[in-house]
């Protein structure tokens, strides 16, 4: 199977650009109807269902103008969600101070924890674990995603 993501990727980003939004992933996959292209967008204050329509409009009369995907393939345009994967070191970055949780290998032993990021450094992130600090090398994590932890009725946000 031959992916298009680079190509996806280049339009994206400029069509990103023009529109003042950021481009967060793109995911590639083949289902039984055919390929399945899903791109991630986020903005300061979030993506609208306005936002995600223009942009799949855009895109997709780009990517038919330029032939770029000769079969058929289905587009989907969305926010990332308000938990979120965390695969690329932009995305820890734009992380920071957010609840996360991680899973990683520390040799034969496979750990977890939760935690706010507090820092991305080039080779780890740092956790804050309820006061305690976990240092985690980018290398060992196997997985990572955003955590949201809605307030009990009644707490108001101070």
Same mark, same amino acid.
């Given at each position: ?6 190509? *996806?990727?280049?339009? =994206? ?12 992933? *793109? ?5 039984? #109807? ?7 967008? &986020? #903005? ?8 995600? +329509? +223009? ?26 969600? /308000?938990?979120?994967?965390? $695969?690329?070191? !932009?995305?820890?970055? !734009?992380? /920071? ?15 977890? @924890?939760?935690? @706010? ?6 080779? !780890? ?6 006061? $305690? ?6 290398? =060992?994590?196997?997985?990572?995603? &955003? ?5 009990? $009725? ?5």
């Amino acid at each position: 199977m031959e992916y298009y993501r680079p190509q *996806i990727e280049d339009i =994206a980003r400029r069509l990103c650009q023009e529109m003042h939004l950021a481009l967060y992933d *793109i995911d590639e996959k083949m289902s039984g #109807k055919g390929r399945i292209i899903t791109v991630y967008l &986020t #903005k300061i204050g979030g993506v609208t269902l306005d936002d995600c +329509a +223009a942009f799949s409009r855009a895109l997709s009369d780009e990517l038919e103008e330029f032939d770029i995907i000769p079969e058929r393939y289905f587009l989907e345009v969305s926010s990332p969600g /308000i938990e979120r994967p965390l $695969k690329l070191k !932009s995305h820890y970055v !734009s992380a /920071i101070n957010e609840k996360v949780a991680v899973q990683w290998n520390d040799g034969e032993a496979k750990l977890s @924890t939760m935690g @706010t990021l507090t820092e991305v450094n080039p080779d !780890s992130i740092t956790l804050d674990d309820r006061g $305690k600090i976990v240092q985690i090398d980018f290398k =060992a994590i196997t997985r990572a995603k &955003t955590v949201y932890l809605a307030k009990p $009725k009644g707490e108001s946000e101070q």
